[in-house]
Every structure is written in C-alpha cells, then in structure tokens.
C-alpha cells in the first residue's frame, strides 16, 4: 500500500470510530456555548492584536491539543480548545483587504469558534476520537481559511 491509500484508510477508521462513539447531539449542532471571558483574559487581551500573533497563538494552541491528543491528556485537550475560542474572539488588525473579506473570514471564524467548542466538549467528555475528529476539523478549517485569505492577496497584486 502507498501513503496515500494508508492515509485514506486511517482517514475512514477516524470519521467510521467518530461517528460510532461521538455524541450525535453535539456533533450535529450548530450551537455554540457562550465562552466565560475572565478578567485576567480581558486585561492581558491586546486592543489591536495584529494578524501574525494572532495566528502564532492560534498554532500554539493547537500544537498543545495534538500533544494531548498523543498523550491522552484530556485537560490539556480542553483547556487548549477553550484559548482557541478566546483568541478566536480578536479580530486581527494590518490586512491590507480587511474590509472586502471581512464575511468571509467572519464565516471561517465562527466556524473555528464552532468547531473549537466541540472539540472542548469531547476532551471534556474524554472521548479521544470526537475530539480527534474535531482537531482534524479545525485544522481543515484553518487551511481552507488560509488559501481564500492567499488567494485573495494574490489576486489584489
């Protein structure tokens, strides 16, 4: 077998393990839970948090969500997903066509937010493969994020 068919085969026992142990309810909602902003969190947020440290802390976090993916460490898992919807809450200033794709990264954003809350409540639930499925979600959502904003660019020059 090649690479390609391995990872086609370990794609298919995630979503076919997902969907036999996930909870149906939440994988299949569109609702996502208001997240508790603490003090702490407002005083050290930034007021115009640039584009780039924004992305580096998104990365962060989910370098933190795959190493407790690996690990079993469902409190990391978690506390990670719950400071991607935080970080998720910033808009990110220094985008020369902020103004034109702003619904579009709206989109991308609320989804992430979406998809980071129910990874949060897997972790919490300790059910290692929905909240595998849903880091393979975000991640998937932050490529296709990133080739509309490329594109976008490219297309402006």
């Known amino acids: 077998m090649g690479i390609r068919s391995n990872?086609?085969?370990v794609g298919f026992v995630v979503i076919v393990t997902c969907a036999v142990n996930c909870d149906t309810d939440a994988l299949f909602s569109d609702q996502v839970t208001p997240i508790p902003a603490s003090d702490e969190s407002r005083r050290?947020?930034?007021k115009d948090p640039k584009a780039k440290d924004l992305m580096a802390a998104k990365l962060d976090?989910?370098?933190q969500i795959l190493a407790g993916l690996v690990t079993h460490d469902f409190?990391?898992?978690a506390r990670s997903a719950e400071s991607l919807k935080l970080v998720s809450l910033k808009?990110?200033?220094g985008r020369k066509k902020e103004t034109d794709d702003k619904e579009?990264?709206?989109?991308?954003?609320?989804?992430?937010?979406?998809?980071?809350a129910r990874l949060e409540r897997e972790a919490n639930n300790r059910n290692l493969a929905g909240a595998a499925y849903f880091q393979q979600s975000l991640t998937a959502?932050?490529?296709?994020?990133?080739?509309?904003?490329?594109?976008?660019?490219?297309?402006?020059?």
């Open 7 to 9: 990872l086609s085969v």
């Open 44 to 46: 050290s947020a930034e």
């Open 61 to 63: 976090h989910a370098e």
């Open 75 to 77: 409190e990391k898992i």
């Open 91 to 93: 808009h990110p200033s």
């Open 104 to 116: 579009v990264y709206e989109h991308f954003r609320m989804e992430f937010m979406r998809q980071a």
């Open 141 to 157: 959502t932050c490529l296709a994020c990133h080739d509309y904003m490329r594109d976008e660019d490219l297309q402006s020059k």
